[in-house]
């Protein structure tokens, strides 16, 4: 059975990477796919498996060749998500999660309209500074410049097919996940899934 591409999108902050990353943990059908990046790495992070680190030129030559089901510039960073290798994990019967932002989601829809879209967002924009501020990994500047950001990416809220609020993390996980288990009960994946046994019931 085919999977089922979900976006996943919130503010930096709104705890969106650290959610994911217990989903996959808790349900071994659904996969992050793996995008590619302009920005530099971070402690502890690992190229091929947090992103494919490219440089500019790099990246520039996959836009030219085709190669990004969408690709977005995210402050002074470029972002892409590779067409042929998502194609190749919903084949596989994964569930496969973009985290991308709402530019990327509208690019990724325009392509596969039926990819399942969805909002995380902080119980307050207090509570997202304090968690940005508590990252301790950028300055002041690149705080308020993310805050600035956060205003006009939750503007696009309603462009999603989900709203999940982040203000208590198991809650907010337990919501996710019955997203994805919920899509997989749908009409045409449970044909889909079930058909003989369908047909059987009826002949």
Same mark, same amino acid.
């Given at each position: 059975m085919r999977g089922s591409l979900y976006i996943v999108s919130a503010p930096s902050g709104a705890g969106k990477t650290s959610l994911v990353g217990k989903l996959i943990e808790l349900d071994s059908r659904i996969i992050v796919s793996v995008s590619s990046t302009t920005r530099d790495k971070r402690p502890g992070e690992e190229n091929g498996v947090n992103y494919h680190f490219l440089n500019l030129e790099e990246f520039q030559e996959k836009i030219a060749e085709g190669d990004f089901l969408e690709h977005a510039q995210v402050f002074d960073n470029f972002y892409g998500t590779s067409q042929s290798s998502v194609e190749n994990q919903l084949n596989s019967g994964k569930d496969v999660i973009l985290e991308i932002d709402w530019q990327g989601a509208q690019q990724v829809r325009a392509l596969m309209p039926n990819a399942i879209a969805i909002f995380i967002l902080p119980p307050s924009l207090k509570e997202l500074k304090k968690r940005l501020t508590g990252r301790g990994t950028d300055s002041n500047e #690149?705080?308020? *410049? *993310?805050?600035a950001e956060a205003v006009s990416e939750i503007s696009h809220y309603d462009e999603f097919d989900y709203i999940v609020i982040n203000n208590n993390f198991d809650i907010a996980l337990k919501e996710l996940h019955?997203?994805? &288990? &919920?899509?997989? =009960? %749908? $009409?045409?994946? $449970? #044909?889909? %899934?079930? /058909? /003989? =046994?369908? $047909? %059987?019931? =009826?002949d």
């Open positions: #690149v705080i308020e *410049r *993310r805050m019955s997203i994805f &288990s &919920s899509g997989r =009960l %749908a $009409q045409t994946k $449970q #044909v889909e %899934a079930h /058909n /003989n =046994l369908i $047909q %059987a019931m =009826l």
